[in-house]
């Protein structure tokens, strides 16, 4: 039995929906668009942005056939940047100064052109972080990314549904 397997098995009855979900888009036919590497890099950049420390130790596990230390690096990466870059972007976007809205970022964000791995890789999982943070800024632009790169819409629909069963995992594990 694989690890986010017996991790799924620690969700609760209320959370069936979401084991089963977890199930589905961890696999190339439940996640369109996506290679096993993507998948595997997506959930656990998701992961560790939702702080879900048993998924993230399942999905390293599971995925150490998958991932190397790049790409491992490069989800932590995600998950950090797009932590800064989603509150204020977000805060940018929202604030009602139009003063505040013309002012630079003046953040370091050199991993975004420089993450390691291949730049679609690096903005998959971006634009599934970003989605969790909620920063539509962050993720327009990470979907205009991703389609500049030759990936499908489909890609950023299944990346965004990940993004949504890995938050939900996570709060479900909070929970208990």
């Not at 009855?13 to 199930?23: Q, V």
């Not at 420390?53 to 989800?75: F, K, T, Y």
């Amino acid at each position: 039995m694989s690890q986010v397997e017996t991790y799924r098995e620690t969700l609760k009855d209320y959370a069936k929906d979401i084991r089963l979900n977890l199930s589905t888009l961890l696999s190339v036919e439940g996640s369109p668009g996506l290679s096993e590497k993507q998948i595997a890099l997506t959930a656990l950049a998701c992961a560790y942005a939702t702080r879900s420390r048993g998924l993230s130790d399942a999905l390293l596990a599971d995925s150490a056939a998958l991932l190397g230390d790049a790409e491992i690096e490069a989800a932590k990466g995600a998950a950090t940047i797009m932590a800064m870059n989603n509150v204020f972007y977000r805060t940018q976007h929202f604030a009602g100064n139009p003063e505040l809205k013309k002012l630079p970022p003046r953040l370091r964000m050199n991993i975004i052109g420089k993450p390691g791995i291949e730049k679609a890789d690096f903005e998959i999982a971006c634009l599934a972080v970003s989605a969790i943070g909620g920063c539509e800024v962050c993720v327009n632009s990470h979907v205009n990314e991703i389609l500049k790169a030759g990936m499908t819409v489909e890609a950023a629909h299944s990346a965004i549904r990940l993004a949504a069963t890995v938050q939900a995992a996570s709060l479900a594990e909070w929970i208990g």
